[in-house]
């Protein structure tokens, strides 16, 4: 019986310790939460109201088309209201593909390297996409102050046109994290051929290449 109860308080012990380094590991593991129809940068969270979407067509590294693109405008901008958006994320994305847009996970590249057309002809990719995010509250977003290009991460999106669900983990030229989450309705504009703006006449006459598309759309604001 006297060893019968040593060995159950041996068992106590060993079992208390498992429990202990269980807790340990439990506690040093962060736990990232989850978004909903959420932006979040520099510990602040902006609740997604307003996806837009712009069909760039086919484009290619040189005369061949390789990928399709598709301009995604994200923001916390309310249509029903006055007030004008505080952040707008725009990301330039372009899958593997001629024909048409298709879904996947996109990651960044370096469009400007030599090796660029090897690297990335057969992967869906995106670039020259930014955070711009009015930080005085000026109603306005400073090209030099209020703008961040991603430098690095991958987007994640499926769905189909008109409805996409949308999940962005990157990385900030500012070397600060940005995570965003969408699923829901995508509103897709178009050009109009009648529009004075500079970037939608720029948009018009841009031969299709990933550079000029991508910067055609840099002035497009929401209405």
């Known amino acids: 019986m006297k060893n019968s109860t040593q060995t159950f308080r041996l068992l106590i012990l ?14 040093d593991e962060e736990v990232i939460p989850p978004l909903e129809n959420q932006l979040e940068y520099n510990d ?6 307003t996806v837009l979407s712009v069909d760039l067509g086919a ?4 005369t061949t088309e390789t990928h399709y ?3 995604f405008l994200l923001s916390d901008y309310v249509a029903t209201g006055t007030a004008a958006p505080k952040i707008i994320l725009q990301l330039y994305m372009f899958s593997k593909g001629a024909a048409s847009f298709g879904s996947g996970t996109f990651e960044f590249a370096d469009v400007e390297q030599a090796d660029a057309e090897t690297k990335y002809k057969d992967k869906n990719f995106f670039f020259d ?3 711009l995010i009015d930080l005085n509250g000026d109603e306005e977003m400073d090209e030099n102050t209020e703008t961040f290009m991603i430098k690095a991460g991958t987007i994640k999106l499926s769905g189909t046109a008109g ?3 949308i ?3 990157v990385t900030l030229e500012n070397n600060k994290g940005l995570r965003a989450q969408y699923s829901g309705v995508v509103t897709p504009i178009t050009i109009d051929d009648d529009d004075d703006d500079p970037a939608t006449a720029e ?5 299709k290449s990933f550079f000029s598309m991508s910067k055609a759309l840099q002035g497009l604001k929401l209405n």
Do not use: H, I, W
């Open 59 to 62: 484009a290619g590294f040189s």
């Open 203 to 207: 948009m018009r006459k841009a031969p």
């Open 163 to 165: 409805n996409y669900n």
């Open 129 to 131: 996409s930014a955070l």
């Open 14 to 27: 060993l079992f208390c310790s498992f429990l202990a380094t269980s807790c340990s590991k439990d506690d």
């Open 167 to 169: 999940e962005c983990d």
């Open 69 to 71: 693109g598709q301009a």
């Open 44 to 49: 602040v969270k902006y609740d997604l109201a």
